[in-house]
C-alpha cells in the first residue's frame, strides 16, 4: 500500500474515533444543569410519554437535550464565532459586530405591538376610573428605552442592510395605542452618549450612565430637580461583565464591561423583597459580582415585588414602578424623591399590579418603564394589570 | 431525522454501524431494518405506518404477478393495481389540497382543504418502491419473497428522505449477499464526511444569506444583491441536496450497499440539457425510464416527443411540490429543453464555453426563483427586481455588506461546484511519493479541522433546515 493511501485511511478511522469519543464522552461525562455561559438552564431528558412520542415532541426534546449537553459545548460554540469573524462575518446570529468592541443585538420586526398596546390602554382605563371613583390623582407616565441599536446606530458596521423597522415608530406606536403619556428619553441618551458609555458593550442593558440620562428625562417630566452625579458616591464593582449579547456570539478576545454603581450619600433606605421576605439597606448585592449574570446586582435580580422606602426622601410621593430589568438600574437615582417605591416584575407578579394601587392610596406615580428589546416578547407586560 | 444533526451523527448512525459488523451477516439486514425505521418514525412517528403500507402494496401484488401472472394481461392487472394505490396514496396525501385549491379556484367552488401535513420523504419512497414492481413486470428483476427485506429496501435510511431514488434493480443483489470492504467503508466515512461538510458549511450558510435578503424590503433592494441572493439559494440548494445524496452514498459503502450517483456538478453545467444529466440523476432517469420512454420518447415523430416532453417535465415540477410554482418550474425546463433541441442547440455548441457556462447558470438561477417563490405574487416582483424592470437600483451598499460578510464562502462555494477538487487531486497523483505523503497530510488535516467545525455549527444550534420536506 502506497504511503497516501494509508493516511487516508488513518484519516478515515480518525475521523470515526473523534466519533466515538464525543458520543462517549456525552456518555460518561457529568450533566450540567445550569449553563452560566449561557444564563440559562440547560433542557433536562424528557420524560416519555404516548403524547410526546406521537407529535415528536419527545424526539425534539431529546435532540436540545444532547445538544446542550455536549462535550465541550461551550469550546465548540467560540469555535463556530471565530471561525465566523475569520470569514469577515460582521453579524451573527442577529448580533452586529460593532465597532468599538460593541455587540449590538439587532431590533426584531415586533409582531405584538398591537396587542401590548390594548393592553396598556386597558391597564391605562383602570386607572383612570380608579381616579374618578376615588377622587385621586395619579400620574401615570410611560418610559420605553430604546436599545443600543437605535441609540448607537453609528456604531453600527458599515452597509448594515436597513431593519424594514424602527424602534421609535414602535414606541410612537405604543404611545398612540395606549393613550399613556410618554417620556421620551431618546435625546438624553443621545446626549449622555457623545460623553460616556451608555450601553455595556457585551449586554444588552444599558450602562448606570445611560440610566442617570434615563432618570434626567423622568425628572424633567415630573418635576424634579435631578440629582448631580457627582454628589453620588460612584462605585467600580467589576471590570470584567460579559453579559448575555456576549453569551450570544462568544467572542472570547473582547474585554469585559466595567460597572459602576451610584449611591446617593443622603439616602436612608429600607429594601424590602416581599417575595423572599428579605430585608436590605442597599439597592445592590454584590455577591453577583463574582458570577457571570452580574447585572443582576442591581436589585437582586428578579423580585416579583419590591418595596423600597427612604426616609430620608425629598417628597412624600410614593411611586409604582411597573418595568423589566433596564430599571433596575435607575432605582437608585429615583429614590431621592419618592418616600416609597414600589417595584414591580410583572413577569412574576401575579395579583394585578392596578389592584394594589386601589389599595394603596398613599400612591401618587405610576411609571412604566420596559426596553425595546425585549418588550415585545415579555409576557410580563401582558400581566399588567 | 436529519443527517447533520447531533442525535444522528454522534448516536444514532455510531450505534447503528457497530451493532451492524457486530452481528452475522443473516442478522444485517435485520438490524439495518430495525435502525430504518426507527429513524423514520424519529421525524414521522404515525405515517410510518403510511410507509409500511406502500411497501406492503407492492409487495402483496409482486408475489400475486408471481404467482399467477401467467400471461401478460394478468402480470398487468397486478401492476396497475399496484401503481393505483401507490399512486392514489401520494396524491392523497400530496396533492389532495392542491387539487381541491386549484378546483375552487376555477370552478369556485369551496371544498374545503384537508390539511395533511405531507409525510416525509412519501415522494422518495413511493417512487422507489414502485421502480420495483414496474421492473418486476418488465422482467427485468427477480420477485422479492420476504416482505422483511423488501422493507429493508424500501425503508433503507441512508437514502430515505432526500434520495438518491435507488431503484430495487440497483441493491437487488447486494441486499441478499454483499461484501463489506474495509477500503470502501474508509471511503464512505470519507464521502459521508464531505457531504456534512457541504451541507452544514456551506449550505446552511448560503442558506442565511439568502434568507437575509430574501428578507429585504424588495423596494429599497438592489438588482445587484437580487441576484446574488438568487444565487446563494442556487448554491444552498445545489449543496444541501448533493450533499444528502453524498452521505447517503457514504453510508451505502459503509453498509456494503452501491447506491447510484445523483449530482455531477451540475452548476458547471455548458447548456440546460446538460444541466439535466447532472442535477437529480436518480429522479430524471426514472421519469425517462418509466414515463418518457414508454410515452414514445422521441421515436413518435416530433408532436409526441414535444408532448412526452412537457409531459414529462410537468411531472417533475409536481413531484418537486404540491403547488403551482413547482409545475411552472418543470414546465420551463421543460420548454427549454425543446428549444435546446429544436431551436438554438446547434447554435449554442458553436458559443465559447465560457459564454455558455453563462447562459446555463443564469437560466438554473432564475430556475431556482421559481422553485422557491410558492406566491406568485412574489415571485413575480422578485423576477421584475432581477429582470432591473422594477425601477430598482442597480448596485446598493448592502450588496456589499453581503460580499464583505459572504465573500469568502461564496468564493469557496463557487470552487467546490465547479470539479475543481477532482482535477487537483489528479494532479497531486503525478506528484513524487514525498509531495504526494505531504499532500495527504494537509488533507488529513482539513479533514479533522472541518470536522471540528461542522460539529461546532451542529451544537451552536444554528440555521440547519430540512428542504425537501415537501417532495
Known sequence: MTGEKRIREITAWLLAGMVLVLSLGFALLPKKTFSENENRYLAKFPVLAWENLRSGQYMSDISAYLSDHFPGRDSFMELKTQAELLQGRREIGGVCIADDGYLIERYEEPVNTEKIGEILHTFAGKIGDMEAADGRSLNLRMMLVPTAFCILADYLPEHLPESSCDQMDTIGRLGELSGIRMIDCSSSLREAGMNGQIYYRLDHHWTTYGAYAGYLAVCQELGFEPVPLQEMNAQTVTTEFKGTVYSKVNA????????????????????????????????YNLDYVDQKDKYSLFLDNLHSLIEITNETAESDRELVLLKDSYANSLVPFLTRHFRKIYVFDTRSYRLGPSNFIGEHPGVTDILILYNMNTLDSDLGIRAIY | MVFSSIPFLFFFLPLCLLLYYAVPFSMKNGILLIFSLVFYAWGEPVYIVLMLFTAAVDYTNG??????????????????????????????????????????????????????????????????????????????????????????????????????????????????????RKDEAENGILRFMQGLFKKVLIANQAGVLWESVRALEMARTSVATAWLGAAAFTLQLYFDFSAYSDMAIGMGWMLGFHFPENFRYPLAAVSVTDFWRRWHISLSSWFRDYVYIPLGGNRAGTAKHLRNMLVVWFLTGLWHGAAWNFVLWGLYYGVLLILEKYVWGKWLE???????????????????????????????????????????????????????NYGVLLVCAAALAFPIYPRIREELKKLPSGGRIAAACVGAAGYIALFLLATAYLVSDTYNPFLYFRF
Open chain 1, 252 to 283: 472570547y478576545m473582547l474585554p469585559g464591561d466595567t460597572i459602576t454603581i451610584y449611591t446617593n450619600p443622603e439616602d436612608r433606605l429600607t429594601v424590602n423583597y416581599t417575595d423572599t421576605e428579605t430585608v436590605s439597606d442597599s439597592l
Open chain 2, 350 to 404: 458553436k458559443l465559447p464555453k465560457g459564454l455558455r457556462h453563462l447562459y446555463t447558470l443564469v437560466i438554473v438561477v432564475v430556475g431556482f426563483v421559481i422553485f422557491t417563490f410558492d406566491d406568485g405574487t412574489a415571485l413575480r416582483n422578485y423576477l421584475l427586481l432581477m429582470a432591473g424592470a422594477g425601477g430598482n437600483r442597480l448596485w446598493g451598499g448592502e450588496c456589499l455588506w453581503y460580499l464583505k
Open chain 2, 63 to 180: 408475489r400475486l404477478m408471481d404467482k399467477f401472472g401467467t400471461s401478460k394481461p394478468r402480470r398487468r392487472l397486478f401492476l396497475i393495481a399496484s401503481v393505483t394505490v401507490d399512486l392514489a396514496v401520494l396524491a392523497f396525501f400530496k396533492y389532495a389540497d392542491f387539487l381541491t385549491g386549484t378546483l375552487n379556484r376555477l370552478l369556485g367552488a369551496s371544498i374545503p382543504a384537508l390539511g395533511l401535513r405531507l409525510p416525509v420523504g412519501i415522494s422518495f419512497f413511493t417512487f422507489q418502491s414502485m421502480s420495483y414492481i414496474i421492473d418486476l413486470y418488465r422482467g427485468q428483476v427477480p420477485v422479492e419473497t420476504n416482505y422483511l427485506t423488501y422493507l429493508t429496501y424500501v425503508s433503507m435510511f441512508p437514502q430515505l428522505v432526500a434520495g438518491p431514488i435507488v431503484r430495487f434493480s440497483a441493491v437487488n443483489r447486494e441486499l441478499h449477499s454483499r461484501r463489506i
